[in-house]
């Protein structure tokens, strides 16, 4: 029971579903519920991957992809991406720690921010179209769970940047553990060769995926290999620009790591 209310504790958190009333809401709760932040990325993306499935039987597939981003931003609020536009602003509008971060807090978004966020959109939306619709659907759940699991990575690995003790992210950078980081880890996996191994059953209609039988989960094991290398070259700019990471950053390593599975899929899985 427990575990259910730390799992609909991060799932009003980070999306815009409700919580059932009976959770109730603990401020203790906040930092244990990471754990489930990486599976509650495997909501998001079977919305987005229903969308896409759907949306294909009668348009092209970019409007398919198109519609498809647009239900993962509904869902979460654009949480993660105003973090990787604010991201971009702070980074790209100062070299000066503080003024970076000041500017990260302004919630106006400039030049930088918004160039930064088509560039991911058009990206997101480009590979997914690229794809199958069935590669697609694979490649959205899998990317959405892979990329959280790498913010999570962040949250254990760095130090938050930011003292103030009314900052939004504070409560859950201090609750991250050990448990949480294992659980966080251990249900991406889970979930990325549940989605192989799917893949691999369903046969044809999921497309080729090269290395023969286990090509699935080759694929999509070097998908999430390259979303670690990027989350960490992102962490270790983070800590020399900032000195560890804000929510901002979390964010924008979601969104990286997000697109950086999408390339790496569609570079293994799409037909030339």
């Known amino acids: 029971m427990q ?15 409700p919580k059932p009333r009976w959770v109730g809401h603990d401020p203790a709760w906040l930092g244990p519920c990471m754990r489930w932040f990486p599976a509650l990325g495997a909501l998001v993306g079977l919305l987005g991957a229903a969308v896409l499935g759907l949306a294909a039987q009668a348009w092209p597939p970019w409007v398919a992809a198109a519609l498809s981003t647009a239900a ?27 003024r970076a971060l000041a500017i990260m807090g302004d919630s106006r978004i400039g030049a930088f921010g918004a160039i930064g966020i088509a560039m991911m959109l058009l990206l997101k939306i480009g590979c997914l179209a ?9 490649a959205l759940v899998c990317a959405h769970v892979v990329s959280r699991a790498g913010a999570l990575v962040l949250m254990r690995a760095l130090p938050y940047a930011k003292p103030q003790a009314d900052s939004k992210a504070r409560p859950l950078a201090l609750g991250v553990g050990r448990a949480e ?15 192989a191994a799917a893949c691999t059953r ?16 080759g694929a ?7 979303v670690a290398a990027s989350t960490a ?16 950053c979390l964010g924008a390593a979601q969104q990286v790591g997000e697109v950086v599975f999408y390339l790496g899929a569609c570079a293994l899985l799409a037909t030339p």
């Open 130 to 138: 690229a794809l199958q619709p069935a590669q697609a659907i694979a």
């Open 3 to 17: 575990q259910l209310r730390l799992f609909f504790t991060a799932l009003e958190y980070f999306t815009r579903w």
């Open 181 to 195: 980081l294992a659980i966080g880890i251990a249900s991406a996996l889970l979930v990325v060769a549940a989605v």
């Open 220 to 226: 999509l094991a070097a998908a999430s290999l390259a």
């Open 72 to 98: 993962t931003l509904l869902a979460t609020g654009a949480l993660h991406e105003d973090g990787f536009a604010d991201v971009c602003d702070g980074l790209g509008g100062s070299r000066e720690r503080e």
């Open 233 to 248: 070259l992102l962490g270790a700019w983070f800590r020399a620009r900032l000195g560890g990471y804000t929510g901002d």
């Open 202 to 217: 369903a046969g044809p209609p999921f497309g080729a995926a090269p290395g023969g039988p286990a090509g699935w989960l």
